[in-house]
């Protein structure tokens, strides 16, 4: 089962990190949902992260970032998460985000891969939360993602 961090410990445990398993060190957001929906909560609030559904045409979104950036929606929309530099899909921080989705005492449930893979998660180092491939952000970084 994924540890979870009280509430009222959110701010104190982004300092910290738990292991997955291997004695490897894993992203509190990768474990804990609280942290991890306060950490992308504050990347939509402040620094636009989006669009909420990718496949959709989501314009207004789009024209925004493309007039932040000064080029066209075209090219606004190449600039996503899942070429962001800052968008980590290691085998190890894959594992965190996956060992942080279990499903507990039922493996024969665990479906985190298919989440994963459907999504394009990775771990967005900026914002340190679980981050889906096809948005993107205001602070988006040419050159990735780091694999």
Known sequence: MAMRVKK???GQAIKQSYKNGKGKSCPVATMDVHVNLKNRNHAIDEYG????????????????????WAVDVEEAKKSRCGNCAAF???KQMLDCISK?????????????????????????ELFHFKCAGARTCD????GGPIT
């Open 88 to 90: 980590i899909q290691t």
């Open 100 to 124: 942080g989705m279990e499903a507990g005492d039922e493996p024969h449930m665990d479906y985190s891969m298919n989440v994963i893979e459907a999504s394009n998660l990775g771990y967005c």
């Open 139 to 142: 602070a988006w970084i040419v």
């Open 49 to 68: 992260y989006g669009p909420l559904n990718p496949n959709e045409p989501s314009e207004k979104f789009w024209k925004a970032k493309a007039k932040m």
């Open 8 to 10: 009222d410990a959110i």
